[in-house]
């Protein structure tokens, strides 16, 4: 469904009027007073929604007066022509299917909203993505979707941009300091849900590998998610346990998962992110003990980065964020705050299970 705001309803409002007046020149429209108590809207919206209609040739502004009609029917041009905002998308990297299927999102709804996205990234460099935030600013770039990297600085820039109100999306990572839209999937529920799902699949040894809690709010999210479920569903938490990194080297994972299983035999089942070098470092730790996935220990992994060949042989379960709504929603808040009434937003998505134990393969 369309989340977009009062600017578009307000242009459409007052098209259908001058249509149905056939045209008719010095025919009087409805005051910015009137317009904001019908839509609820700004009188930023209703300005940009009559201006929109003077660049088209179509009504004529009278100081004092108001807004009248022209008559003029052939200067009408296509708003898509008239209202094409250049976005900026600034993100760590895109290998991966979760950022791919954001930016599948993002650019479906640019290409309906009249917005082009201008992808950057930052390959986890924070001093890079600072420099993408300062650049949006200084260029004709309307305004930012960020996905932030995890660090535990907030950016300077990204703060003097909300004290001056300029339109930010933040996807996945919360900042209390920071006037922006925020889009991500409700991380804590994600969580619960999963240590649930567990449950019902009988496994009582958990292991959730995660990073440090100070690098995103999603992280800690998590954290607080997995702990309720122990205790909601287990009734302990003995039932679990956490691994946390302090990097995620991939030959620093393996070391210490390896030396955690050798401890903690009992484990049947580990959590950890969708990033594809963990993973394979998870699977090397498992392999290096002779134990199998799926068969000895069960993986739970954030988002789907297998190949078919992988999903048969590993059979993990997904914790599957929906990545292109993620993007959609956050491209829609980001035209909101550039054509609406700069009110920002908090959505949180729920995230699904999928167990592809017992999916077939054709």
């Known amino acids: 469904m369309d989340t977009v705001r009062p600017y578009k309803q307000i242009l459409q409002f007052l098209t259908e009027i001058i249509e149905q007046a056939d045209y008719t020149p010095n025919y009087k429209l409805p005051s910015e007073r009137m317009l904001a108590i019908k839509f609820k809207a700004s009188r930023r919206s209703i300005r940009m929604a009559y201006d929109n209609l003077i660049a088209q040739g179509l009504v004529l502004k009278i100081h004092g007066k108001g807004h009248f009609t022209t008559g003029n029917r052939n200067k009408r041009v296509d708003d898509a022509h008239l ?44 001093a890079k993505e600072e420099r993408y935030i300062s650049s949006a600013y200084l260029s004709d770039a309307k305004g930012i979707i960020l996905f932030p990297i995890d660090n535990d600085s907030v950016s300077e820039n990204l703060l003097k941009l909300s004290a001056s109100r300029y339109p930010v999306s933040i996807i996945d990572r919360y900042f209390k300091n920071v006037n922006s839209s925020f889009i991500s999937t409700d991380h804590y529920a994600a969580m619960l ?67 955690y299983l050798k401890a903690h035999p009992q484990t049947d089942v580990i959590i950890t992110t969708g990033l594809r070098p963990t993973t394979d470092a998870v699977i090397a730790a498992v ?65 699904t299970i999928i167990d592809f134990s017992k999916k077939r393969f054709s």
């Open 287 to 351: 392999n290096s003990l002779k134990l199998s996935i799926s068969k000895d220990v069960k993986l739970m992994v954030f988002d789907n980065d297998f190949s078919t060949t992988e999903l048969m042989l590993f059979r993990p379960y997904v914790i599957s964020q929906d990545a292109y709504q993620i993007g959609y929603k956050s491209a829609a808040a980001l035209y909101n705050q550039i054509f609406g009434d700069l009110r920002t937003e908090n959505v949180r998505l729920p995230a």
């Open 193 to 259: 849900n999963a240590v649930r799902f567990l449950k019902t699949k009988k496994h009582k040894h958990i292991l959730y590998i995660s990073p440090q809690i100070s690098l995103a709010t999603s992280v800690e999210e998590r954290l607080n998610g997995y702990y309720d479920g122990l205790d909601k569903y287990y009734n302990s938490r003995e039932n679990g346990d956490v691994l946390i990194m302090n990097t995620f080297n991939p030959t620093e994972v393996k070391k210490e998962l390896t030396a």
């Open 83 to 126: 209202h094409i905002k250049k976005i900026y998308f600034v993100v760590p990297e895109i290998s991966t299917a979760f950022p791919r299927n954001i930016l599948n999102g993002i650019t479906d709804f640019c290409d309906k909203h009249t917005m082009d996205v201008s992808i950057k990234i930052s390959k986890g460099n924070f």
